[in-house]
C-alpha cells in the first residue's frame, strides 16, 4: 500500500482520501517549523509527563527540537550526529544520526529512511477535520512502534505513536510553517563551554 503511496507520481491521480493527504505531505514539505505540546501516557490511560516547546526540520536530516517546560532538553540532528543536550545535567550526548532515529517516527518525518522501509499502511481515518493515517513498524524493527500521523489540509498537526510498552506519545503542533527559508548551517550545534560530553562527534 505504501509502494503506492510514494510511488511514481503519474500514479498519483488516482490516490484519494487520508492517503493521498500523507504523500501530498512528504511530497511538498521539505522544511518546517512549529512550536509543540506533548503528552506520554501509560497503557492504562495514566498521564505520565507533559511539556511543550518549539521544533525545526529539514528533510532529509536535520532537526531541532527544544523542550522549554518541564525541563529544558535540546534534541539536533545535524545531518550526521545527533545531539541531546542537559542545560541542567550540563551533559550532552552524541551518535550518529542513523545510530539514534533507526525505525524511530522521527526517521519517518525526517526523511532518513525510505518511509515504505519504516511502515505499513493499517487503515485511515478522517475524524473531526484530520486526516488520520496509522503506520505499523515492519517485522524486525527493533524499535516497534505504531505510528498515526495527522494532517490537516494537508498541514502536519498531530503526531501519536505507541511503543512496545503500551505507552502512548501524542504530539500537537501549532503555528506549523511549511517550507521556511531554512539553511542546513542553522542545524550545526556546539554544546556549551565546560559540557560534559558522551560519545565523539564526527564533526
Request: charged fraction near 20%.
Amino acid at each position: 500500500m505504501l509502494a503506492c503511496l510514494l510511488g511514481p507520481a503519474s500514479t498519483q491521480g488516482t490516490q484519494t482520501g487520508p492517503e493521498a493527504e500523507l504523500d501530498r505531505f512528504f511530497e511538498q514539505t521539505q522544511s518546517l517549523t512549529a512550536f509543540f505540546q506533548q503528552e506520554v501516557w501509560s497503557a492504562d490511560g495514566t498521564l505520565l509527563s507533559s511539556g511543550h516547546g518549539d521544533m525545526s526540520l529539514l528533510r532529509p536530516n536535520f532537526m531541532r527540537w527544544n523542550y522549554r517546560e518541564p525541563e529544558p532538553l535540546v534534541l539536533v540532528s545535524d545531518g550526521v550526529d545527533f545531539w541531546s543536550y542537559d542545560p541542567v545535567l550540563e551533559q550532552a550526548t552524541v551518535t550518529r544520526v542513523e545510530e539514534a532515529m533507526d525505525d524511530t517516527p522521527l526517521s519517518a518525518l525526517l526523511g532518513s529512511r525510505v518511509l515504505e522501509d519504516l511502515f505499513a499502511v493499517k487503515h485511515a481515518r478522517h475524524q473531526e477535520g484530520i486526516d488520520w493515517i496509522v503506520l505499523q513498524s515492519r517485522a524486525g524493527a527493533a524499535r516497534p512502534v505504531e505510528l498515526l500521523i495527522g494532517l490537516r489540509s494537508g498541514v502536519l498537526e498531530r503526531l501519536h505513536f505507541v511503543d512496545q510498552f503500551g505507552q502512548e506519545v501524542q504530539v500537537r503542533f501549532e503555528k506549523v510553517q511549511v517550507n521556511p527559508p531554512l539553511q542546513p548551517e542553522f542545524f550545526s550545534y556546539h554544546p556549551p563551554r565546560g559540557t560534559d560530553i558522551l560519545g565523539t562527534p564526527t564533526r
